[in-house]
């Protein structure tokens, strides 16, 4: 954002929500965006609230590359719902 302000001068952003937690794999973004965000992502405060995950959301997916993110969240378990 500082690039942003640097290059338009008059340009101010504010962020008053916070910022979008990064999933890198989209099949995982699409997920937590629509479950637990806007439809566009979801917020860094929310995720750190996601203690249970449903496993069966993303079991037998072939198109799911990576969850690393799933250890920086306060995951406690993991449900098949």
Known sequence: MEF???K???LHINVTAGYYFKFRDPIIHNY???M???GVGVSESTV???NNIDRAAFE???QLVSFDELSDMN???TTNN
Request: net charge negative; aromatic share 14%.
């Open 4 to 6: 942003l302000e640097t």
């Open 8 to 10: 338009f001068p008059d």
């Open 32 to 34: 937590f965006s629509s």
């Open 36 to 38: 637990y965000g806007d």
């Open 48 to 50: 750190s609230t996601i």
């Open 60 to 62: 037998n997916n072939t």
């Open 75 to 77: 995951v406690k378990q």
